[in-house]
């Protein structure tokens, strides 16, 4: 199994490059989605032409290795299966759809992203900013120098991420806090009920009352919140994943979506060319590769609460078993399959950073700092020869501050002003 980069050239012939995975017998599209993005959205995955177009893949590209043409027949591409059941990137990518198209809205409404003034009512504004003042403490304490980098931000932008990553926090603490082992379907369907009634104006408490300010003065769909609901009940009735597909959706619940609903606040940059689906699509990425670093950091530890959160598929390619992973001894086999799982991370980080630029200025530099100092997780891995059955990848202090100012000079670029050539190719 190997990254591969494949060049597909469309029946009007315009060019679209995307990385996937490639083993003896087929390939598979890292993210399918960025094949709707980049094609415009308009071909469904099932019936696109691609079945005759692929023209070659290079194994490695961009920087990953040497380059070895493989002819690659696209049928295996479309469906290796013929199934025509709905793959969960597709399912995904109809979520980054409808956000993409709320923000749409409202730019085509107003020109710009309007954040609307607090509703004073008597007493209620003060209350209110005691909400927000509260969020951020709670993103200080768990996440410093994520914290920090919201500082840069604009206070409604800020304070309005605080009040979604306090959401977050307590939806993952529902089933990783000290209660989870009390944590049923339905408290996380009361839960649900709770997220329904703040976005619909009555919150609970003050905490979910910076939120339902938030989600009046942003355009941010419910839907991605709801979807991590339901990653949180994945969690509770699920511990294998048959393949990377199963993986991928449950990686989107639970982190994917977390992407999707920080972009509406973040914004993108009034100078950006990217579409916007293109930038949701790397906000996506990016959940999803943290989510598959942290899955890989801590398969000892999830593998002692006997879960494993890998692709049974491919374990079973690799010729390794949940009883290899339990015994936690890293032999050849083990630092091979990691190698191709470190491999496949770090595409989605790829895919992520390519969107960045879009970003609006200040959000810049946090989103880009997040990114190299999770990504660092998987060069400790290596660093630690693949031993993460009973050692932690962990990022030294000083590594992380030497990712600050690269974060920052990384962030000052501005978005691209792709050429006319290359836009129409969406490259
Ligand atoms: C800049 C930035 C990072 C913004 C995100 C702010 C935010 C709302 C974060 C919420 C995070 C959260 C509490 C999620 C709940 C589920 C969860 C815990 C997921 C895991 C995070 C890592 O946390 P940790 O290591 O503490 O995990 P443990 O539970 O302790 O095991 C995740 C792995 C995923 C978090 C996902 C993101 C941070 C995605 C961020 C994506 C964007 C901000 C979009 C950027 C836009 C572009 C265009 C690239
Ligand atoms: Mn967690």
Redesign the pocket.
Known sequence: MSVALVWVVSPNTEVFKFYGILDSSRFVFGNRSSIRAKMGGKQDWKSCSLSTDVKYSSVGGSGLGSEAKFPVSLSMVANPLGESAVSSEQKVYDVVLKQASLVKKQLRSNGYLDVKPDIILPGNLSLLSKAYDRCGEV?AE??KT?YL??LLMTPERRRA??A??????R??ELV?GPNASHITPTALDRWELRLDDLFQGRPFDMLDAALSDTVTKFPVDIQPFKD?IE?MRMDLRKSRYQNFDELYLYCYY??????????PV?G?SPESQATTES?????????IA??L??IL??VGEDARRGRIYLPQDELEEAGLSDADIYAGKVTDKWRSFMKDQIKRARMFFDE?????T??SEA?RW??????LL?RQILDEIEANDYNNFTRRAYVSKAKKLLALPIAYTKSIIRPSRTSPELRKYNL
């Open positions: 993103c768990y996440a994520f980098g919201t991420i605080w979604i990553y306090v959401w977050c926090r939806t993952d990783d991590m990653g639970v982190a994917g979506t977390v992407g999707l609903m920080s972009v973040m993108i930038v949701y699509n790397a906000a996506l990425a990016l959940g943290n989510q670093t942290n950091r801590d992520a950073e390519k969107g960045v879009e970003l959000s946090p989103v880009l700092a997040s990114l999770y």
